[in-house]
């Protein structure tokens, strides 16, 4: 049972490079989210897609892009990384909005 | 700001008493849910109470919800030092263009051997 998979768990990037987080899930789940997590907090919203063909803005979407691929996967776009976007970068899935959200393993970027 | 609000920010308490950890929120709700973060780790889900639910259990975990008060509160009864993680509380809210859960800052839980 793979649940939510996100790659790469680690990544390095320089300012100004480009990078995709992909995610994939397996539960035939409707939604899902990519969120950002800084040391010591909670978590933030960066974009969410309540149904395959649907993309909405969180609470801090600049900066980033997010693709619904298909039902079962939901990129995360940096098109220039900046060192404020250094941090632990979740994805989760629900099977309906507002339900039980879970949860990858998370990647953890460094933007130098 | 925050719709919901952990309470205390960390709690250090000794293997075998029991932890309580509070969350207060602002607006009209339609579920709250409570998830545990190992660190370095992901989100796991514990609970889900319902607005019309005043008290659900799970094993050595009770949920109470009090919608007067906007408020729910997580005991842990018993703790192992495996229960040494963070604690978020997450709000599912009223309304059809709601789509998301809002989050708290968490409280972190040390449990001493």
């Known amino acids: 049972n793979a649940g939510v998979t996100q790659t790469p768990k680690f990544q390095v990037l320089k300012t100004g490079q480009s990078m995709t987080l992909q995610c994939a899930q397996d539960?035939?789940?409707?939604?899902m989210y990519w969120y950002r997590q800084d040391p010591g907090m909670g978590l933030r919203l960066i974009y969410y897609s309540a149904s395959e063909g649907t993309t909405d803005k969180g609470e801090v979407p600049n900066g980033y892009n997010v693709s619904r691929l298909n039902k079962r996967e939901f990129s995360l776009r940096l098109e220039s990384a900046a060192p404020s976007q250094t941090s632990v970068y979740f994805c989760?899935?629900?099977?309906?909005?507002?339900?039980?959200?879970?949860f990858g393993a998370g990647t953890r970027l460094s933007v130098l | 700001s925050q719709q919901g609000e952990e309470d205390p920010q960390a709690l250090s308490i000794q293997e075998g008493e029991n932890a309580t950890m509070n969350c207060s929120y602002k607006t009209s709700i339609n579920n709250l849910q409570w998830y545990r973060q190992n660190s370095g780790r992901g989100l796991v889900h514990l609970i889900l109470?319902?607005?019309n639910e005043r008290e659900k259990h799970s094993g050595r975990l009770r949920v109470t919800l009090d919608t007067s008060k906007k408020s729910s509160s997580l005991l842990i009864t018993a703790s192992r030092a495996a229960d040494t993680a963070s604690y978020f509380c997450a709000t599912g809210l009223v309304g059809d263009s709601n789509y998301q859960l809002i989050w708290g800052a968490g409280t972190k839980l040390i449990i001493k051997p």
């Open positions: 989760a899935s629900s099977l309906r909005d507002r339900d039980i959200q879970y």
């Open positions: 539960m035939n789940h409707n939604s």
């Open positions: 109470i319902r607005s």
